[in-house]
T-cell receptor, first 109, second 113 residues
């Protein structure tokens, strides 16, 4: 079966750095996405990785290792507005997105 | 403003009633999707459409039907609502090719009582 695993909840301090991990087992791989979802709102796109390595976009970076079935989202200089759920999703061989349950990130002052 | 719009934003529905959730996009995306999101389970695909005139079943299609008469609209119908269909429903669209992100509507919060 297809499976995406990520931690249910994480807590971090304002100004710090946090890494949210995602491991996956899917039938085929056509890329991995990270989305941010604030409470009561729709998910919004953060990043996309299809090749191994690190993609950096401002305070956010995403890493992929296809051989290990592993990705992480790195958030630097945390701000209170970063409190949200972070969703990992893998596009399988049929170009369908398989979603993790999301990681709720709590930022404390 | 280009985007994807859902209606209604919330609804309380009596069990056994029929309900259609509306979804419209103006980005000319080929692919459209309906998801439900329940606490602790993440987004689960109900139905999808890769292009106008075609639809497919996702992970949890039972009790739901869709149609795709044109590129812009992708309504989701609950023929006879049951309490287990209480959820937040998201419609999304993408251009359907690998590597392109999906854009989401604002969601419909449905409560079946």
């Amino acid at each position: 079966g297809q499976n995406i695993d990520q931690p249910t909840e994480m807590t971090a301090t304002e100004g710090a750095i946090v890494q949210i991990n995602c491991t996956y087992q899917t039938s085929g791989f056509n890329g991995l996405f990270w989305y941010q979802q604030h409470a009561g709102e729709a998910p919004t796109f953060l990043s996309y990785n299809v090749l191994d390595g690190l993609e950096e976009k401002g305070r956010f970076s995403s890493f992929l290792s296809r051989s290990k079935g592993y990705s992480y989202l790195l958030l630097k200089e945390l701000q209170m507005k970063d409190s949200a759920s972070y969703l990992c999703a893998v596009m399988d061989s049929n170009y369908q997105l398989i979603w993790g349950a999301g990681t709720k990130l709590i930022i404390k002052p | 403003i280009a985007g994807i719009t859902q209606a209604p934003t919330s609804q309380i529905l009596a069990a056994g009633r029929r309900m259609t959730l509306r979804c419209t996009q103006d980005m000319r995306h080929n692919a459209m999707y309906w998801y439900r999101q329940d606490l602790g389970l993440g987004l689960r695909l109900i139905h999808y459409s890769n292009t106008a005139g075609t639809t497919g079943k996702g992970e949890v299609p039972d009790g739901y039907s869709v149609s795709r008469a044109n590129t812009d609209d992708f309504p989701l119908t609950l023929a006879s609502a049951v309490p287990s269909q209480t959820s937040v429903y998201f419609c999304a669209s993408s251009d359907g090719t690998g590597g392109t992100e999906a854009f989401f509507g604002q969601g419909t919060r449905l409560t079946v009582v």
